[in-house]
């Protein structure tokens, strides 16, 4: 399914984000991650899959385990995707906080 | 350097909410949105028409330097109560752009500052993400279109 690459599918889910935090720091199995989770096993996998599908994680084998860490330039893709908006918006109430306040004092 | 606009766009949900604080006065910054010259000071767009009551419409246009409309769009505006709330619709014509829902909420924190809650509504995740993208896609266009202006100029 399509939609399941899309990155902010991805990053919508609360496990998700959570796991993308735990990870954050450093490399984990499938395991480890699930181990801080309620969330039964399966499920965590398949959150693990949706998350490397999009390439928010990246698989690392090593020896018979297999770890799983953050792809630092997939989510600085999502930060810099929202970002040229919230610029946007930014540069425009900036200008009107400024016309704003020449109006005051001109009145 | 704290941003003093924020975007959430989070939740995966087909919304997005943007949030400011002003320098301004309650009163200054509900103006801002309701007179035409000032609107189209800031938002950088002409303003056609703008109805500020229940059932009132809106019509915003950008011309390029050389005339041509690169931008319209319109909307009905649902609710409106001075210095609190607008409720509109907002659509771009001649896109694939579904209708937005939009609800402002304008909000006084001390005599002179404020805060202004947007909080837009798309028709699904998908054409929210879109949208998102668009800033990114219009920085380029403009910047081609003041290097075709420089061009021009050296013809």
């Known amino acids: 399914m399509n939609l399941r690459r899309d990155v902010f599918q991805a990053i919508a889910d609360p496990t998700r984000r959570a796991i993308l935090v735990l990870v954050a720091s450093q490399s984990m199995t499938a395991g480890a991650i699930a181990s801080n989770f309620d969330t039964a096993r399966p499920t965590v996998s398949k959150h693990l899959q949706i998350l490397t599908e999009c390439e928010l994680l990246k698989q690392e084998q090593n020896g018979r385990e297999i770890y799983y860490h953050l792809n630092a330039e997939k989510m600085k893709e999502v930060a810099d995707f929202i970002e040229p908006f919230r610029k946007m918006w930014d540069d425009r109430f900036n200008k009107l906080e400024t016309i704003m306040k020449n109006y005051k004092s001109n009145t | ?155």
């Open chain 2, 1 to 155: 350097m704290e941003r003093k606009t924020k975007v959430n766009a989070e939740d995966g949900k087909q919304e997005i909410v943007i949030t400011r604080e002003f320098d301004l006065p309650l009163e200054l910054l509900f103006k801002a949105y309701i007179e035409p010259e000032i609107v189209e000071q800031w938002m950088g767009t002409k303003v056609l028409k703008l109805e500020n009551k229940k059932h009132g419409g809106w019509q915003f246009e950008t011309s390029d330097a050389q005339g041509n409309v690169v931008f319209r769009a319109n909307g009905v505006i649902h609710e409106f109560v001075p210095n609190q709330k607008i409720t509109r619709t907002f659509e771009m014509e001649n896109t694939p752009f579904p209708v937005q829902l939009e609800f402002f909420e304008f909000e006084k924190l001390t005599d002179d500052t404020s805060k202004l809650n947007m909080h837009i509504v798309f028709k699904s995740v998908a054409d929210r993400n879109q949208l998102l993208k668009m800033p990114f896609a219009q920085g380029i266009n403009m910047a081609h279109n003041r290097l075709q202006e420089v061009v021009n100029k050296l013809k």
